[in-house]
């Protein structure tokens, strides 16, 4: 008896640091400058690595009993479900070995300080790298980010006894239109939209005041000039991307939230109202941030993200009142009219030269078409692009970039198309999981909200380098592991 007793209390603790992790995790990403140096990059390394062992050890407990100790986990024996998550695992486990392989199986390794490679014996029908530091390096960062994954999965997934009865009854005797959204998962959301909120404020005072300084600290060293940095991104376009990849998101939880409590009583829930009704400046704070920032891509694909979005919520609403509509057209001109009182100023001359800026990239993805070619099936190794791009250079005057500014291509080069498929069809399963069964109910215009935000990252991604930052592919993850909660109906064992 006290044996499971002591196994009870270790599943609680470990639950209890594994949510501590996470939200660590979410914050110290982007105000850690991004999360672009070493030291901060280990930092994550270490927090995801902590997370995968503590959801480790809580699989090991419920080895030892039917569930978790005091907890419910949806569905678990849904066919469905189960073959979600057998693909799904599959699809990482392939992605780590290969990276694995690749790190281990090095066709050279590259001495930055000679700019020389010192080439090694290695099996060619086997994924192998042309350098071996930066391969292991990937391996090690993909498998932190997969421990935090699954980690936050397992943990969205687990709920008390009483939630899920709760969940069960009321989204069945409402067939899913006012079923809550599990506590966990709101808090998540709450502390992605809190620290969205106040990075999102410091970044316009930083830009209105005109400071070269990240949170008035430091002097990046690659983007010196204001007008290329945002908040805390030495890079303009990655703060965009990180915002563009949220503020839909939040959007998405801000609408669950108000239709789980329509058909509730006014009474039992008028403070929750209240406090609901504070996403919206929430959502309107951080979607101006890709105007402010002069980003020409973050403009571009928040237009996208504000007209897919406000379709959603006037389709969501199509019975509703006249002043409903009228409203998320006013919460969506909110949103162009500041952003462009506080940004265009600066924008407008880069929007102007924005085919110049086509143009340039196109040189780039020459060389980089050229590297996929050269490197088809196998890849030059996870991460090493940077590397590998001296020797497709025009001439030694070109600059030497570190990524390619177009991820999609990217992965192509260092993984091949045999490590790259695996990797979109992951993806792709992820996006799909609304419509398997066994899992959290999720409403769907929550859940087109959310592929709104990823597809809108996704689009970044065929032009810039939003999945080579740590702290925005950190998020993009986050996002992906509550889409891969979500399902038309849920089901509790």
Request: charged share 15%; with cysteine; net charge positive.
């Amino acid at each position: 008896m006290s044996s499971e007793r002591y196994k009870c209390q270790f599943y609680r603790i470990s639950d209890g640091l594994t949510e501590g992790l996470i939200y660590f995790a979410i914050l110290f990403g982007p105000w850690a400058f991004g999360t672009t140096q070493p030291w901060s990059i280990q930092v994550m390394n270490g927090v995801g690595l902590a997370l995968g062992l503590l959801w480790l050890i809580k699989l090991g407990l419920r080895c030892t009993k039917r569930n978790a100790p005091g907890a419910v986990r949806p569905a678990p024996g849904v066919l469905r479900e189960r073959r979600f998550t057998w693909l799904l695992a599959a699809g990482t486990l392939f992605i780590l070995l290969y990276c694995l392989i690749s790190a281990w199986n090095a066709r050279a390794i590259y001495h930055p300080d000679q700019w020389s490679f010192e080439y090694r014996h290695a099996v060619l029908w086997l994924p192998h790298s042309y350098d071996q530091a930066s391969s292991w390096a990937a391996f090690w960062k993909y498998l932190a980010l997969a421990g935090l994954f699954w980690a936050l999965r397992d943990w969205l997934l687990t709920m008390s006894p009483k939630e899920a009865a709760d969940l069960e009854a009321k989204t069945f005797s409402n067939h899913g239109s006012s079923a809550r959204l599990p506590v966990r998962l709101r808090r998540l959301f709450w502390v992605l939209a809190v620290n969205g909120t106040v990075l999102a404020a410091q970044g316009l005072m930083q830009r209105v005041e005109g400071g070269n300084k990240l949170l008035w600290l430091i002097v990046p060293r690659y983007e010196p000039d204001p007008i290329g940095q945002f908040g805390t991104f030495a890079y303009h376009a990655n703060a965009a991307q990180y915002f563009n990849l949220l503020w839909p998101a939040v959007l998405g939880f801000w609408w669950a939230s108000v239709r789980s409590l329509r058909r509730r009583q006014a009474a039992e829930n008028s403070a929750r109202h209240s406090r609901v009704a504070v996403l919206l400046p929430c959502v309107l704070i951080m979607a101006i941030c890709p105007l402010v920032s002069s980003s020409r891509g973050g403009a571009i694909v928040l237009a996208g993200n504000l007209i897919m979005a406000g379709g959603i919520l006037l389709l969501a609403q199509w019975r509703s009142h006249w002043t409903a509509k009228a409203l998320t057209l006013l919460l969506l001109a909110s949103v162009v009219g500041g952003g462009a009182l506080l940004g265009w100023k600066t924008l407008a001359p880069r929007m102007e030269m924005i085919q110049e800026g086509y143009q340039e990239r196109e040189g780039l993805y020459l060389a980089g078409r050229y590297m996929a070619q050269d490197n088809a099936w196998f890849g030059t190794g996870p991460e090493t692009f940077s590397t590998m791009y001296q020797l497709y250079r025009h001439s030694e005057t070109d600059e030497w970039l570190a990524y390619l500014h177009n991820d999609w291509l990217e992965t192509r080069i260092t993984f091949g198309w045999l490590g790259a498929t695996p990797i979109f069809l992951t993806l792709l399963l992820v996006l799909s999981r609304w419509f398997w069964g066994g899992g959290i109910y999720g409403n769907k215009y929550f859940v087109m909200l959310l592929w709104v935000s990823l597809g809108g990252c996704l689009v970044h991604a065929c032009f810039d380098f939003p999945l080579q930052i740590h702290s925005v592919l950190t998020l993009f993850l986050v996002l992906g592991a509550v889409l891969s909660c979500l399902a038309r109906r849920w089901t509790a064992s």
